[in-house]
């Protein structure tokens, strides 16, 4: 079974770039049988979608977020990463790496426990 495991600084303040790695174990980010995404939380608000990296390294990240995202992988270490640029305020949140297998088992998504990031101003 995937585990996911986040890690990052927990504060970050105004116009700095945010930096998490999720580290997994029990499956392989390049196995094409996973997707493997970023999401996060704000306080007292839903789960938004940031984005996305595939097995082949492709990537795909939410309009409203694309100009200071970016999300890579390190295949040796088996982590995959996001960067989130010129942050504000409002984008601290509980971020979480997630993972959906889509495969002859069926569908199932698995997730870290979450980060915690607060940018203070």
């Known amino acids: 079974q995937v585990q996911l495991q986040e890690s990052g600084p927990g504060l970050v303040k105004t116009s700095q770039t945010v930096s998490l790695t999720c580290t997994v174990s029990g499956g392989s980010i390049t196995t094409n049988l996973y997707s493997w995404s970023w999401i996060r939380q704000p306080p007292g608000k839903g789960l938004e979608w940031m984005g996305v990296i595939a097995h082949d390294g492709s990537t795909n990240y939410s309009p409203s977020l694309k100009s200071r995202t970016s999300i890579s992988r390190d295949t040796s270490k088996n982590q995959f990463s996001l960067q989130l640029s010129s942050v504000v305020p409002e984008d601290t949140a509980v971020y979480y790496c997630?993972?959906?297998?889509?495969?002859?088992?069926?569908?199932?998504?698995?997730w870290g426990q979450g980060t915690q990031v607060t940018v203070s101003s």
């Open positions: 997630n993972a959906v297998y889509s495969g002859p088992l069926g569908h199932s998504d698995y």
